[in-house]
């Protein structure tokens, strides 16, 4: 596969993006969603892999194991609006998938997601971290991603992301777009990178009780080891080693997973500038979030 070439970013209707993710727009738009439909929504490096592991295992794990053996994550949860060159789109992966439920992934925020899954009242699941690490987990994402733009110096880059200036928009609106949807739309589940890491067995149990689900408690055990960092890692069907245009060698998909490695790349100054930002940006109290 040729790769493909990194992108410039633009405005598109108030938000930045690049062609990967709008050139397939008006189809993506027009998905039509079935309302057994499980959207697993996230800005970019919340978790995203993570959870959607987890719903595969939760629903998938003990009926098909080729599955996991042999399938990729992001082909069982594709990638709604992704479209590259020599690979099928996002949409087309999720239009043919077999399951049921069909679980999808995307990264668009609120304003962006097709109206079927509004409208056929489908279950969301959307994973937030906080700012601090998922800018910090970008950055090294796009240095080993070519379908990134170029991320620059990290100091460049952390300003951009303050401003904004990234694929998916404002981490900031994109959050609280989400959360404030939740506030009108009951079928929200809204989870937090931090609390997966602090207690994974007790979210999984909660995620179970949105979906309606009664695992037994070995099945429960067999999905929580499944899921850590270290099992994600080695898993060559969850740790992206087969998608040609991510370097690995440059960053590991599966880089840290860790709280507060934010600290190992803002300087004091560039943590009291962003801290001043955020407070003016993140207003409601009640969508807080930890970052140790
Ligand atoms: S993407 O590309 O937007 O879909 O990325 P996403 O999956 O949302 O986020 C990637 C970050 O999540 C970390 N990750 C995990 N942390 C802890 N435990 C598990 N099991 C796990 N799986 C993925 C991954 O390491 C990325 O974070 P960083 O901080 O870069 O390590």
């Keep these: 596969m040729e790769l493909p070439p990194r992108p410039t970013l633009f405005d598109f209707h108030g938000v930045s993006m690049t062609k990967y993710f709008t050139e397939n727009w008006d189809n993506v738009q027009a998905f039509e969603a079935r309302p057994d439909d499980i959207l697993i929504a996230t800005y970019p490096k919340a978790g995203t892999t993570w959870v959607s592991h987890i719903l595969d295992l939760l629903y998938f794990g003990s009926t098909n194991s080729d599955r996991q053996t042999s399938v990729p994550l992001h082909e069982r949860v594709p990638f709604l609006e992704i479209n590259i060159p020599s690979l099928p789109a996002g949409k087309d992966l999720a239009d043919q998938l077999p399951t049921t439920p069909r679980l999808i992934k995307t990264h668009l925020p609120v304003q962006f997601v097709p109206k079927s899954f509004w409208e056929q009242h489908c279950r969301v699941v959307y994973v937030a971290r906080n700012a601090k690490d998922s800018a ?157």
């Excluded at 900031?172 to 939740?182: A, C, M, P, T």
């Excluded at 999984?204 to 009780?209: K, W």
């Excluded at 709280?259 to 803002?266: Q, S």
Aim: neutral net charge.
């Design 136 to 292: 910090v987990s970008y950055f090294h994402f796009g240095r080993m991603n070519r379908i990134q733009p170029e991320p620059g110096d990290w100091p460049s880059f952390l300003h951009n992301f303050m401003e904004g200036k990234m694929v998916f928009g404002s981490w900031y609106d994109h959050v609280n777009g989400w959360w404030e949807k939740k506030q009108t739309y009951s079928k929200i589940h809204f989870m937090f990178y931090e609390d997966l890491i602090k207690n994974t067995g007790a979210e999984i149990e909660q995620l179970c009780t949105f979906l309606g689900l009664s695992p037994s408690v070995e099945e429960k055990e067999r999905v929580r080891a499944g899921v850590t960092f270290e099992s994600m890692k080695q898993n060559k069907m969850t740790n992206f080693s087969t998608v040609k245009i991510m370097n690995q060698d440059v960053s590991p998909f599966m880089r840290k997973g860790k709280v507060g490695d934010w600290k190992n790349h803002f300087t004091v100054s560039q943590n009291e500038q962003f801290d001043d930002d955020y407070n003016r940006k993140m207003r409601n109290p009640a969508l807080y979030f930890y970052t140790d």
